[in-house]
């Protein structure tokens, strides 16, 4: 006797639940290093999407956790799939300031931010990095902003030089991850790690 519909439905969702996978790791990050072990590297390959790393990294951080969250073509965009296939790399130092590393399938925008500017990158092209406390003002930083932690760093998502989806961006993680303020990362330096992004092979 064929079973109804229906219950294969509940089937569908709890597929998407064991894809949506949260790793661990506590080892420090060595020179040159994406830090990433073989079973990480193997569980964002699988996402069948380009995955950029970093290549540099400040002193100190390790690390902290990934998460991956593969949404195939069939399933509904909506819920954790409302941007499609994406992954989180976040990276984390003693005194609690993160770094995100983050692909998304879209669902761009969002207010300006109190200061940006542009800069160079290998991978995405020219980037636009942002920071600040007051969205929308759109200010040009003086050179004594970018040598010191800023709050609300991040870069606003940008695509390989393709100009196909995903999105990539990078940010300083204030607000998720029990992290915490921003006091250690200049945007200097987050402008560092941009310029290490590679595409994981």
């Not at 941007?83 to 925008?109: D, F, K, V």
């Not at 991978?123 to 970018?146: A, C, Y």
Request: net charge negative; aromatic share 8%.
């Amino acid at each position: 006797m064929t079973k109804p519909r229906r219950d294969r439905q509940p089937l569908g969702f709890i597929f998407l639940v064991s894809l949506v996978s949260l790793f661990h790791a506590d080892r420090p990050l060595q020179s040159q290093s994406i830090a990433l072990s073989p079973e990480y590297q193997a569980a964002l390959a699988a996402l069948n999407i380009p995955v950029a790393v970093p290549t540099y990294i400040p002193d100190g951080f390790t690390l902290s956790q990934i998460k991956i969250n593969l949404c195939p073509s069939d399933i509904p965009q909506r819920g954790e799939c409302r941007e499609g296939t994406s992954y989180q790399i976040i990276y984390r130092n003693p005194e609690n300031t993160c770094l995100m590393i983050e692909a998304i399938g879209g669902g761009l925008g969002g207010p300006d931010s109190e200061f940006h500017y542009t800069t160079q990158t290998a991978l995405l092209g020219e980037v636009e990095i942002r920071f600040g406390e007051i969205p929308g003002d759109r200010n040009t930083p003086i050179s004594e902003q970018l040598r010191t932690p800023q709050p609300g760093l991040y870069n606003f998502p940008a695509t390989g030089r393709s100009g196909r989806s995903p999105y990539y961006a990078s940010r300083v993680e204030e607000q998720g991850y029990l992290c915490g303020s921003n006091t250690s990362i200049s945007p200097r330096e987050f402008e560092q790690i941009l310029q290490s992004l590679v595409l994981l092979e």
